[in-house]
């Protein structure tokens, strides 16, 4: 089988570019486009959606289609996955559905902004409902089969993990690209309204992204680098046998609270920025734009040292450093002596260095844990592995989603909510942390190791 070439794997990680800029308009600015702040609705926001607690009469409607979303998504992983990994294509187990997948996803996520009634109505409600679930399904056909073509196209560890690399770099780089989008709208709003403008803005971007997805359909040849028989396990099978390998659980323990807390800080940076730090909403393109170019800095060395010293304690580390940024940012717009601008800035700095470690090294992880496994059983369940992570995240997401719309309303004026989804980030950082330190990074290389020598 075929090696990928540097200009291949550039070209593999523009879907990954696509993607990660649809995901990042739904992560980013749904929860601020329908549960608006004070500032948002003083400047021309609709209130589209009924704003009341609903859930227990502590989750909020928002809250609740969003958690919602996640669940359904992370249940359509599992069944997603076992259909890629049983795949008889000619084309291979993984570009049809990364072909098929794209035009709905880019569809889903413009419509998820587009409410039918121009008010607040439940109408709109339903509406958003239903497209938040065709965006998830959507994004689940094309991630799960994609991420499941990292350990197939990376013949080694070393070749996994420049893949992880550059894809890391891309799915930054469309995330930060999708907090560009104040910056945008605010240029657009004089001709068309501030809800319009964000449409406007969003379609746009859904567009570039659509492109962007279908790249490595037309540039990769599937069969050229990957040489794997099809899987015969059922979805619940392969899903239990995934979940047999004891690493593997270790390793999405932790990663269920890194996600529960990034997923937090993501949905409030917005309202950090506006309401703690009193600044423009510009400004958290600013922040997150200078996070993502600092974070590249980071890159090599981190490639280097994960081969050097190994992926686990650099891992252990970004999560120390992330729970110190997620404490700070608690205290953001009440630090004396340093001007809201600058508190921003010091957060974007210190938050940079886990930014890059967790936007590579998680993805190998996997990696080499799926190709262990795969080799250790001969049974080639990449796909379900992917899916079987993202199955386990997303239920963590779902529980930040939540945690977000609920506690975000505690002393809205003031934003102690805010505050408090803030802290609530930083101890779920700890406990992710604390769980990985039981993960046996050793055995998952001398597992592999010892395959490799058997052959």
Same mark, same amino acid.
């Given at each position: 089988?075929?090696?990928?070439?540097? =200009?291949?794997?550039?070209?593999?990680?523009?879907?990954?570019?696509?993607?990660?800029?649809?995901?990042?308009?739904?992560?980013?600015? !749904?929860?601020?486009?329908?549960? =608006?702040?004070?500032?948002?609705?003083?400047?021309?926001?609709?209130?589209?959606?009924?704003?009341?607690?609903? +859930?227990?009469? @502590?989750?909020?409607? +928002?809250?609740?289609? *969003?958690?919602?979303?996640?669940?359904?998504?992370?249940? *359509?992983?599992?069944?997603?996955?076992?259909?890629?990994?049983? &795949?008889?294509?000619?084309?291979?187990?993984?570009?049809?559905?990364?072909?098929?997948?794209?035009?709905?996803? /880019?569809?889903?996520?413009?419509?998820?902004? &587009?409410?039918?009634?121009?008010?607040?109505?439940?109408?709109?409600? /339903?509406?958003?409902?239903?497209?938040?679930?065709?965006?998830?399904?959507? +994004?689940?056909?094309? &991630? %799960?089969?994609?991420?499941?073509?990292?350990?197939?196209?990376?013949?080694?560890?070393?070749? #996994?993990?420049?893949?992880?690399?550059?894809?890391?770099?891309?799915?930054?780089?469309?995330? $930060?690209?999708?907090?560009?989008?104040?910056?945008?709208?605010? *240029?657009?709003?004089?001709?068309?309204? #501030?809800?319009?403008? +964000?449409?406007? %803005?969003?379609?746009?971007?859904?567009?570039? $992204?659509?492109?962007?997805?279908?790249?490595?359909?037309?540039? @990769?040849?599937?069969?050229?680098?990957?040489?794997?028989?099809?899987?015969?396990?059922?979805?619940?099978?392969?899903?239990?046998?995934?979940?047999?390998?004891?690493?593997? #659980?270790?390793?999405?323990?932790?990663?269920?609270?890194?996600?529960?807390?990034?997923?937090?800080?993501?949905?409030?940076? =917005?309202?950090?920025?506006?309401?703690?730090?009193?600044?423009?909403? *510009?400004?958290?393109?600013?922040?997150?734009?200078?996070?993502?170019?600092?974070? !590249?800095?980071?890159?090599?060395? @981190?490639?280097?040292?994960?081969?050097?010293?190994?992926?686990?304690?650099?891992?252990?580390?970004?999560?120390?450093?992330?729970?110190?940024?997620?404490?700070?940012?608690?205290?953001?717009?009440?630090?004396?002596?340093? =001007?809201?601008?600058?508190?921003?800035?010091?957060?974007?700095?210190?938050?940079?260095?886990?930014?890059?470690?967790?936007?590579?090294?998680?993805?190998?992880?996997?990696?080499?844990?799926?190709?262990?496994? /795969?080799?250790?059983?001969?049974?080639?369940?990449?796909?379900?592995?992917?899916?079987?992570?993202?199955?386990?995240?997303?239920?963590?997401?779902?529980?930040?989603?939540?945690?977000?719309?609920?506690?975000?309303?505690?002393?809205?004026?003031?934003? !102690?909510?805010?505050?408090?989804?803030?802290?609530? /980030?930083?101890?779920?950082?700890?406990?992710?942390?604390?769980?990985?330190?039981?993960?046996?990074?050793?055995? @998952?290389?001398?597992?592999?190791?010892?395959?490799?020598?058997?052959?």
């Amino acid at each position: 089988m075929k090696s990928l070439s540097t =200009p291949k794997i550039w070209l593999f990680a523009t879907g990954q570019f696509g993607w990660s800029l649809l995901s990042g308009l739904i992560s980013n600015w !749904l929860v601020y486009f329908y549960q =608006p702040d004070e500032a948002s609705i003083a400047q021309g926001q609709i209130l589209f959606v009924p704003q009341g607690l609903v +859930i227990f009469g @502590i989750f909020t409607l +928002i809250g609740g289609i *969003t958690a919602f979303g996640r669940l359904f998504d992370a249940f *359509t992983d599992p069944w997603i996955a076992s259909l890629s990994d049983r &795949c008889t294509s000619e084309k291979g187990r993984r570009i049809p559905f990364l072909k098929w997948a794209s035009l709905p996803l /880019a569809l889903s996520t413009v419509l998820v902004f &587009c409410s039918p009634v121009n008010k607040n109505s439940w109408i709109n409600a /339903a509406f958003l409902f239903a497209m938040v679930m065709a965006y998830y399904l959507s +994004i689940t056909a094309y &991630c %799960t089969p994609y991420n499941a073509l990292i350990p197939e196209l990376g013949h080694d560890q070393k070749e #996994r993990l420049n893949i992880s690399t550059v894809i890391s770099f891309t799915f930054i780089a469309g995330t $930060a690209v999708a907090y560009l989008a104040p910056v945008i709208w605010g *240029t657009l709003i004089p001709a068309f309204g #501030r809800v319009n403008a +964000i449409r406007v %803005t969003f379609a746009v971007m859904a567009v570039i $992204a659509f492109v962007c997805m279908q790249v490595p359909v037309w540039s @990769i040849n599937e069969k050229e680098y990957v040489n794997t028989v099809p899987s015969q396990d059922t979805a619940f099978s392969s899903l239990v046998s995934t979940f047999r390998n004891k690493e593997f #659980r270790k390793f999405v323990g932790s990663d269920i609270l890194y996600w529960i807390a990034i997923t937090m800080f993501q949905t409030g940076l =917005p309202f950090f920025v506006t309401s703690l730090l009193k600044l423009p909403e *510009t400004m958290t393109t600013l922040y997150f734009v200078g996070m993502t170019a600092l974070s !590249l800095v980071f890159y090599i060395p @981190i490639n280097k040292l994960a081969l050097r010293i190994g992926k686990k304690k650099l891992i252990l580390t970004a999560f120390a450093i992330f729970a110190s940024s997620y404490l700070y940012t608690g205290f953001l717009g009440r630090i004396p002596g340093i =001007p809201a601008n600058v508190q921003g800035l010091i957060l974007m700095v210190v938050a940079s260095l886990p930014m890059a470690v967790f936007g590579i090294l998680p993805q190998a992880v996997v990696a080499d844990i799926a190709q262990s496994d /795969a080799k250790r059983t001969g049974s080639n369940r990449e796909g379900m592995f992917y899916a079987s992570r993202t199955f386990a995240f997303k239920l963590g997401q779902s529980l930040s989603m939540l945690l977000f719309t609920a506690v975000s309303t505690i002393g809205s004026a003031s934003g !102690l909510g805010y505050r408090i989804a803030a802290f609530g /980030a930083a101890s779920f950082c700890v406990l992710g942390g604390i769980v990985f330190l039981f993960y046996n990074e050793r055995k @998952i290389y001398a597992d592999y190791s010892q395959s490799e020598k058997g052959m």
